[in-house]
């Protein structure tokens, strides 16, 4: 016996794809709606390759009988319908950062604190992470368990997917543009994208970080450990989808090269890819697509005493938001409710 399963946002870039994956994954699904704003009710979108949904009014949807709703709609309106939705005993697993910093509600990522899941019980809310930090704290864990991690310093390369479609759509009109010597004024960015580098990701803060590198800092400390201090530099560059960063850990102990890589190498989730050798490692284009979080570029940081650095990258839209959201679901299914997904393989 499946679910009832509510995509709230479905029309946009990280609805889409939760919808997809969903498919793709054989999430055992009895019965699914998509919901948006009332500007999108009637639409058509894809589930899997031989179905249509209807796209619904969120406005006006009840929420009694539907068992998981994953939603992607944007901080504002998972502030008004996500506990709407939870009073209607709906789990809700939000993509969006409202509730990320809440104590009393779980932030998961299912590879690093899955039994942080007993909290959905508090609000019947759970948080999908930032992005940028998923991928981190997914390459990070592993090596944490061999050797605690004191301090990790950052500097991440995201796609403009993670700005939504208007994002992407303004690299590529600001492109076209480039080519016909003309240009388009920046809208969704501070700045020029089209071949350019934009260190700054959301609102500046106080202290000069911007709200994108709080983020990181927080969300790390949330899910893997509060004594670890991360730094971290946030930088929008012009690629679709995939983000990249160069990260340099610091441990507490010390931890080589060939012992770092094995463990990742037995690690779910992480692909190693690191040849020493010109395109011996993973790039944006490369992981498009994909699900794992690649790791590259392993290497001693000769600058602290036990310190390594490496480059890791993973497609956003996909373990960066939407798989991330389904692959709690999955892990929701199998330890707390019918373990339908057990039961049908």
Known sequence: MGYKIAVVGGTGAVGSEMLAILAERKFPVDEIVALASRNSVGREISFGEDKTLKVQDLETFDFRGTDIALFSPGAKVSDIHAPRAAAADCIVIDNTSRFRYDEDIPLIVPEVNPDDLAMYENRYIISNPNCSTIQMVVALKPLHDLARIKRVVVATYQATGGAGKKGMDELFDQTKKKFQNESLA??????????????????????????????????????????????????????F?????????????????????????????????????????????????????????????????????????????????????????????????????????
């Not at 911007?210 to 509060?226: C, R, Y």
């Not at 001693?300 to 959201?325: C, P, Y």
Request: hydrophobic share 40%; net charge negative; glycine share 6%.
């Open 241 to 345: 989808v995939g983000h990249a960063e160069a990260v340099n850990v610091e441990f507490e102990s010390a931890l080589s090269v060939h012992d770092a890589r094995d463990q990742l190498r037995e690690s779910d989730g992480v692909v190693v890819f690191d040849k020493r050798e010109p395109a011996g490692y993973i790039t944006q284009r490369d992981c498009a697509g994909e699900d794992a979080v690649y790791v590259s570029r392993i290497r001693e940081d000769k600058t602290v005493e036990h310190g390594l650095s490496m480059w890791i990258v993973s497609d956003n839209l996909r373990k960066g938001a939407a798989l991330n959201a389904v692959q709690i679901a999955e892990e929701l299914d199998r330890r707390f409710l019918k373990g339908a997904l057990d039961k049908a393989s």
């Open 186 to 239: 920046p809208d969704v960015f501070q700045k020029e994208i089209a071949f350019n580098c934009i260190p700054q990701i959301d609102t500046f803060m106080d202290d000069g970080s911007t709200k994108e590198e709080w983020k990181m800092v927080v969300e790390t400390q949330k899910i893997l450990d509060p004594a670890i201090k991360v730094s971290a530099t946030c930088v929008r560059v012009p690629v």
